[in-house]
C-alpha cells in the first residue's frame, strides 16, 4: 500500500470484508500469520489474539499465528 493510502481504512475495510464472508460461510474462526515488523498492532485492533509466536524469527523480531473467534 501507498503511504499516501495508509490511515484511510482501506486495509479495515478488507479485513471486515474478509471477516463478514467467513461468518457467512459459517466459519468458527479466521487464522492468520504476520510477523513483529508488520501488522500485528492492527489486528489486535480487529480482536485478533496471538495464538502462537516463534521469537527471533528472523533475528531481532517474531513471527505470529493470530485467531479471531467467529462467534
Known amino acids: ?3 499516501a493510502d495508509r490511515r484511510a481504512g482501506l486495509g479495515s ?3 471486515t470484508a474478509a471477516i463478514e464472508e467467513a461468518r457467512a ?3 468458527t474462526q479466521v487464522g ?3 510477523h513483529s515488523f508488520q ?3 492492527f489486528y489486535r485492533r480487529h480482536g485478533f489474539t496471538v495464538a502462537g509466536e516463534i521469537p527471533g524469527y528472523p533475528a531481532g523480531h517474531a513471527y ?5 473467534a467467529l462467534t
Not at 64 to 68: Q, S
Open 1 to 3: 500500500m501507498r503511504e
Open 13 to 15: 475495510a478488507l479485513l
Open 25 to 27: 460461510r459459517g466459519c
Open 32 to 34: 492468520l500469520t504476520t
Open 39 to 41: 501488522a500485528p498492532d
Open 64 to 68: 505470529f499465528l493470530m485467531r479471531l
